[in-house]
Antibody
Framework: QMQLQESGPGLVKPSETLSLTCTVSGGSISSSSDYWGWIRQSPGTGLVWIGSISYSGITYYNPPLKSRVTISVDTSNNQFSLRLSSVTAADTAVYYC??????????????WGQGILVTVSS | QAVLTQPSSLSASPGASASLTCTLRSGVNVGSYTISWYQQKPGSPPQYLLRYKSDSDKHQGSGVPSRFSGSKAASANVGILFISGLQSEDEADYYCMIWHSSAWVFGGGTKLTVL
């Protein structure tokens, strides 16, 4: 059974960079049919896709966040990471990592981490 | 106007059926999209339920009961998650999702209350 686990600071100061890592176990991050993604959920609100990456480093970012987001992959450690720069209170959210499973060009997020709450505050 | 619009809440009785709708913005044709559905319970991450494009192009999540099914109402430009035989454990938030304009887009979610 594949498992994903987010890790990183739970508190980030305004204007600084949020950095999170997702560690994948029970499967390889190097599968050619999979992408890996970050999704966030602000308190009491819905889900927002941040971006996704393939094992080879191909990235897709949500346009409203694109200028501040970098997602990278570390296949040797079976991890992928998120960096979000110039954070404000509006970036306070639970951040989830997830596997984007694709078959015949159709995809869905099938495995999710438990989520990590990141608060932006001084 | 949001790409995907879901009613904020829906209530139904145990044993009854519920149709959760996901309305696509005007100009975004439901027939062209595969709609994925997710269930989220408090304190837990979303769980994939199913995806639906047509009766011949659909996928049920592993372990997801057959009483969860997907469909579309093309005339209303709507995707539908149908849940039959409602159980108390179905009480949760439900989200739809599509790939649109090079981005994964989620609806705002529907809180389903079973009472």
């Amino acid at each position: 059974q594949m498992q994903l686990q987010e890790s990183g600071p739970g508190l980030v100061k305004p204007s600084e960079t949020l950095s999170l890592t997702c560690t994948v176990s029970g499967g390889s991050i190097s599968s050619s049919s999979d992408y890996w993604g970050w999704i966030r959920q602000s308190p009491g609100t819905g889900l927002v896709w941040i971006g996704s990456i393939s094992y080879s480093g191909i990235t897709y970012y949500n346009p409203p966040l694109k200028s501040r987001v970098t997602i990278s992959v570390d296949t040797s450690n079976n991890q992928f990471s998120l960096r979000l720069s110039s954070v404000t209170a509006a970036d306070t959210a639970v951040y989830y990592c997830a596997r984007l499973y694709c078959t015949d060009g159709v995809c869905h997020f099938d495995y999710w981490g438990q989520g990590i709450l990141v608060t932006v505050s001084s | 106007q949001a790409v995907l619009t879901q009613p904020s809440s829906l209530s139904a009785s145990p044993g009854a059926s519920a149709s959760l709708t996901c309305t696509l913005r005007s100009g975004v044709n439901v027939g062209s999209y595969t709609i994925s559905w997710y269930q989220q319970k408090p304190g837990s991450p979303p769980q994939y339920l199913l995806r639906y494009k047509s009766d011949s192009d659909k996928h049920q999540g592993s372990g997801v009961p057959s009483r969860f099914s997907g469909s579309k109402a093309a005339s209303a430009n709507v995707g539908i998650l149908f849940i039959s035989g409602l159980q108390s454990e179905d009480e949760a938030d439900y989200y739809c999702m599509i790939w649109h304009s090079s981005a994964w887009v989620f609806g705002g979610g529907t809180k389903l209350t079973v009472l």
